[in-house]
């Protein structure tokens, strides 16, 4: 596992929960275990009760210990008098998981300064004004519209998030990303999971390789489809994921590092001749576009060759021989016509391959850049 803090959730809604409200909690806490998220709760009846069940079963069941994932921001028997919810039993969490506060302002300050993002379930003004306060402090707030009732301010937030969208976006998520929160749940819980996942990315799951000369049109409509989907912070592409004052060879590597799935961007120049009829530059060493894909390569990670603007998958006598592995990946073609089905496929086989990853997710993460960033320098430019 990874040593970096787990990134933890708080999930706040209504005391007087709803069948329908409880199964929305249930789902939110499998899914927080199953992406790899903590969980920040109170120990009030409805919504804190229900999410903190599912959690903490759902840890039992991978034998894993709520210690470090699961923490119970806790009022006592204060809760009814202060924050609302029947005079029952919260849930009971260890005691290494409670965080035992005197008053409310106590339990909202120690519930805000802990997560790294919120999960609004219905709730009334007291959720209502915690969700504020953490939008304020700039952490994302993902408000379900749908949990509505008496108790239903859940909407009231998504609205204000949309009315101030232009100047204050939830990072890492698009706006029709975000809108997605309306549509009710049936089995699973809709796009939060990547939500959630692309608001809090430390580093891309998805590498997107391409060579600038050939096809970046079709690279950048690519990366904009997969971010769609995905999340901005978790699909790499150069152009967009070097941020300003960073040294591009190391961001790229860094990428290379962390990412679980690569697309090879192939167009009909991927392997045209170098100037004055030299060989393509993909035969040459210290090629930028080589480099990736030996990277890929060498870290077994998943690879998609993805065929734009008609071209053809190269012969292996057409590539160099560190490079003849990749025919062994099954390459799709695309084009306009066929673009939003074929999209469709790649992204749930992505998804799919990101999956299978997540229970050693972090344990490959301490990957050197070193053979990117030394190779890049014989050359001294981003010229690929």
């Given at each position: 596992?990874?040593?970096r ?32 998220f903590?969980l ?5 009846r409805?919504?804190d009760?229900?999410?903190a ?5 759902a840890?039992k ?8 994932a699961?923490?119970q ?7 009814f008098?202060?924050r ?5 039993p ?10 035992p ?6 339990w909202?300050?120690?519930a805000?300064v802990?997560?790294?993002?919120a999960?609004m ?13 953490i ?14 009732g008496?108790t239903?301010?859940s909407d009231?937030?998504?609205?204000e ?10 990072p890492?998520?698009?706006?029709s ?9 049936v ?5 939060l ?8 990315a ?8 391409y060579?600038r ?22 699909v790499?592409?150069?152009i ?5 004052s ?6 790229i590597?860094g ?5 679980k799935a690569?697309?090879?961007v192939i ?23 080589r ?8 870290r077994r ?5 993805l ?25 799709t073609a695309?084009?306009n016509g ?9 992204i749930?086989?992505?998804e ?5 990853h ?5 344990s ?12 890049i320098?014989?050359?001294?430019r981003?010229?690929?």
């Amino acid at each position: 596992m990874s040593n970096r803090r787990k990134k933890l959730v708080l999930v706040i809604g209504t005391g007087w929960t709803t069948p329908a409200k409880r199964r929305v909690a249930r789902m939110i806490g499998t899914t927080l275990v199953d992406a790899g998220f903590g969980l920040v709760t109170g120990n009030s009846r409805g919504v804190d009760y229900w999410v903190a069940d599912a959690f903490c079963a759902a840890l039992k069941e991978r034998g894993e210990s709520p210690q470090g994932a699961f923490w119970q921001v806790s009022l006592g028997s204060m809760r009814f008098f202060r924050r609302g919810g029947l005079p029952l039993p919260g849930y009971p969490a260890p005691a290494d998981c409670c965080i035992p506060v005197g008053d409310v302002e106590a339990w909202k300050r120690e519930a805000i300064v802990r997560c790294d993002a919120a999960v609004m379930v219905g709730g009334g003004r007291g959720s209502l004004d915690i969700a504020r306060r953490i939008i304020e402090r700039g952490k994302p707030v993902f408000p379900l519209p749908f949990m509505g009732g008496l108790t239903g301010y859940s909407d009231d937030v998504f609205q204000e998030i949309l009315k101030t969208w232009e100047g204050h976006p939830v990072p890492g998520v698009s706006r029709s990303q975000f809108l997605q929160l309306a549509e009710p749940w049936v089995s699973g819980t809709g796009q939060l999971r990547n939500l959630l996942r692309g608001t809090l990315a430390a580093a891309p799951d998805v590498f997107i390789s391409y060579r600038r000369s050939d096809a970046p049109a079709a690279a950048g409509r690519v990366a904009n489809d997969l971010a769609e989907h995905f999340g901005l912070r978790r699909v790499f592409l150069d152009i967009s994921g070097i941020a300003p004052s960073r040294a591009w060879d190391e961001s790229i590597g860094g990428a290379l590092v962390a990412c679980k799935a690569g697309v090879i961007v192939i167009g009909r120049s991927w392997l045209a001749p170098g100037p004055q009829g030299q060989p393509p530059r993909l035969h040459q060493q210290d090629d930028v576009v080589r480099t990736e894909i030996e990277a890929l390569l060498q870290r077994r990670n998943a690879i998609f060759p993805l065929l734009v603007e008609g071209a053809r998958l190269p012969d292996a006598s057409e590539l160099p021989d560190t490079l003849t592995p990749l025919l062994r990946f099954q390459a799709t073609a695309i084009d306009n016509g066929g673009w939003g089905t074929t999209m469709s496929l790649l992204i749930r086989e992505i998804e799919s391959v990101i999956r299978d990853h997540e229970p050693a997710r972090g344990s490959e993460a301490g990957g050197s850049t070193s053979t990117l960033s030394t190779r890049i320098e014989r050359t001294g430019r981003l010229d690929i």
